[in-house]
């Protein structure tokens, strides 16, 4: 029976302390979702008011920055940093997700294998490391990426609810059953009965509804983002793989923003080449199109700039960089051509590209005659900007961003650390937190990438996010707000089980939401227990409802920390989630209370 004063009465309760935490809260949740204001501002702001108006003491605002969980993440973001600069995602990108013809078969081609990895392998590695190959791949089919950053995070959440080690939130439950029960714990497979059907089922509403749950948030590259054309040349390599295969079929053909002008093959030129025409060794290939994809094209396999001097310059290749230069009227090689102006001995620097007022430059780039303006792009190492930042030769110089070579001679080594870091975390009994520092600083020792690299792979506001988000749920549960809440929702249902069973998944799933899945599960475990108690039923639906609920957080980014890894590379706002999320949460919730008490009776 409905004990409305009870209900009341929990709410009576609540200090001052509980009513500006919950204000809080729901102000970060409403600001977030009508604006546009950054995330970490938010979190960090909201916090900080916790924090000077007394709410929360010192050491519990800043105890989220030095979560696990939190650390955790950055240390991942080094080491999918260190798989993507040897080039070992390379593989994924072409082989696992391929080039499918619609959105609905790269749909199931990105979520088939991050659901079935995700069910034995913890889920946020698996996102860190499809992160920035579905990046690239969106790229290279000219389709947004905010239509698949969603469906990875989704996919992997899916996956961790159809085992026991999916996801951490089903350890911790795991754990706090043997602990307050003495009993031997659930079995691995357990939970999966009712964790594949919710996989299932969200899939289905993923892939039938995606177009209109999924927004459009960031552009395709196209050739009119920048309207620079540079024309650069790339030489084929004896080793490459290419060699024998059609353009189309070597994966040059749909390249965005890249148009292949022509084949330079011996004493032959090959104008308007079409998409089955062979490749051999030796091939000197000439593009033209926009520097991102110049970039793409930098880190082809098997395919290197073909300047002749580019051997000759001093530092290895692994420590060099692109960089963009406008030549200035004042430069000593105006008028002359790159390869008589003697550019890579005067400079240490060679010229791989060359932009002329969209002006398509035909020829090797070594006999393009430069003008004042023209734009090039160079390989050189980094200091190179420095010596030639206030030089008088060019009016402008910058590194490319993200332009670094690619160490395809590590590529072994991470993934190796990888593959370490799953089989230590699955079945070794290594915590998340200590695989992936280790992993994240041999990728650093083992030269996968630079410490440079590493740093500018962490997204800071995502970190700020989490421990920010941590420490608003620490005010959550000091002041009681939490646990009020949960009393007086739950008390709704307590006599009938079934009832209790919705009111404990709806606890723990608005907890999972707003605060972390964890600490969800922590606050309506025990009132799951005392329900199950009280009511003298079995409390195993109670449990598989904590756990399903603990990891379906679909409708906020802050809830989970694969949603939280998406939010920036997919360009998402706050209220996308919630678009793309309800649906979903609505679906495992009822296939969670329709065959939970039917596989588990109470």
């Not at 900080?48 to 010192?58: F, K, Q, S």
């Not at 490391?129 to 990046?135: G, Q, S, T, W």
């Not at 110049?294 to 000759?312: S, W």
């Not at 802050?558 to 949460?585: C, E, H, K, W």
């Amino acid at each position: 029976m409905f004990g409305g004063i009870d209900f009341l009465s929990s709410f009576a309760a609540m200090t001052w302390q509980g009513w500006l935490t919950l204000g809080v809260v729901v102000a970060i949740l409403a600001i977030s979702a009508l604006s546009r204001v950054s995330p970490d501002v938010l979190f960090g702001g909201g916090l900080v008011l916790l924090l000077v108006t007394g709410v929360l003491p010192a050491a519990a605002a800043l105890e989220g920055f030095s979560n696990p969980g939190m650390i955790t993440v950055g240390a991942l973001y080094i080491v999918a940093a260190g798989l993507q600069q040897t080039g070992a995602l390379t593989w994924i990108s072409r082989h696992v997700l391929g080039m499918p013809k619609t959105l609905n078969r790269a749909m199931f081609r990105l979520m088939a294998p991050v659901v079935a990895s995700s069910a034995f392998l913890n889920n946020t590695p698996i996102v860190a490391m499809f992160l920035p190959a579905v990046r690239d791949w969106a790229r290279k089919m000219q389709i947004s990426p905010s239509k698949f950053m969603i469906p990875l995070s989704y996919a992997s959440i899916l996956g961790g609810m159809c085992t026991l080690i999916g996801t951490s939130t089903n350890l911790v439950v795991n754990g706090l059953y043997i602990s307050n029960t003495g009993a031997p714990g659930l079995g691995m497979f357990t939970i999966t009965p009712v964790g594949v059907a919710c996989a299932a089922a969200g899939l289905l509403v993923l892939a039938l509804f995606s177009k209109r749950l999924l927004p459009n948030r960031l552009p395709a590259v196209s050739e009119a983002d920048d309207a620079r054309q540079y024309t650069v040349e790339v030489l084929v390599q004896p080793t490459s793989p290419c060699i024998g295969q059609s353009i189309q079929q070597a994966g040059l053909r749909h390249l965005p923003g890249l148009f292949l002008m022509e084949i330079h093959r011996e004493d032959e030129i090959v104008p308007a080449v079409g998409p089955q025409e062979k490749l051999r060794a030796h091939d000197r290939l000439v593009f033209v199109g926009v520097v991102d994809s110049i970039v793409d094209l930098h880190r082809f396999p098997g395919l290197i700039p073909a300047p002749d001097q580019i051997f000759k310059l001093d530092a290895p290749r692994s420590q060099r960089c692109l960089i963009e230069a406008v030549v200035s009227d004042s430069c000593p090689i105006v008028g002359r051509n790159i390869r008589d102006g003697k550019f890579r001995t005067r400079y240490n620097a060679v010229v791989v590209a060359v932009a002329r007022n969209g002006e398509r430059l035909r020829g090797k780039i070594g006999d393009i005659v430069l003008r004042a303006g023209d734009t090039m792009v160079i390989e050189a190492h980094p200091s190179f900007i420095d010596r030639q930042r206030l030089s008088s030769d060019f009016y402008l110089v910058s590194q490319v961003p993200e332009s670094e070579p690619l160490r395809r001679n590590k590529a072994w080594i991470a993934v190796f650390l990888l593959v370490g870091l799953v089989v230590a975390t699955t079945f070794g009994g290594v915590s998340m937190l200590k695989a992936a520092l280790a992993a994240a600083l041999l990728m650093i020792v083992t030269g996968c990438l630079s410490t440079n690299q590493a740093r500018r792979s962490i997204n800071w506001q995502v970190l700020v996010v989490i421990g920010a988000a941590l420490g608003i749920g620490q005010a959550l549960s000091i002041t009681g707000a939490a646990a009020n809440i949960a009393s007086a929702i739950v008390s709704v249902s307590s006599s009938n089980p079934w009832l209790a069973l919705v009111a404990i998944y709806l606890v723990t799933t608005m907890f999972t939401e707003i605060i972390t899945n964890n600490a969800a599960v922590g606050l309506t475990f025990p009132i799951a227990l005392s329900l199950a108690a009280t009511l003298q039923v079995n409390i195993l639906p109670f449990l598989i409802a904590i756990m399903i609920a603990g990891s379906a957080s679909f409708m906020t980014p802050i809830g989970y920390q694969t949603n939280l890894m998406v939010y920036g590379p997919g360009g998402y706002r706050f209220s996308d989630f919630f678009r793309a999320g309800l649906p979903l949460n609505a679906v495992c919730f009822a296939v969670t209370i329709a065959i939970t008490p039917l596989i588990y009776p109470f």
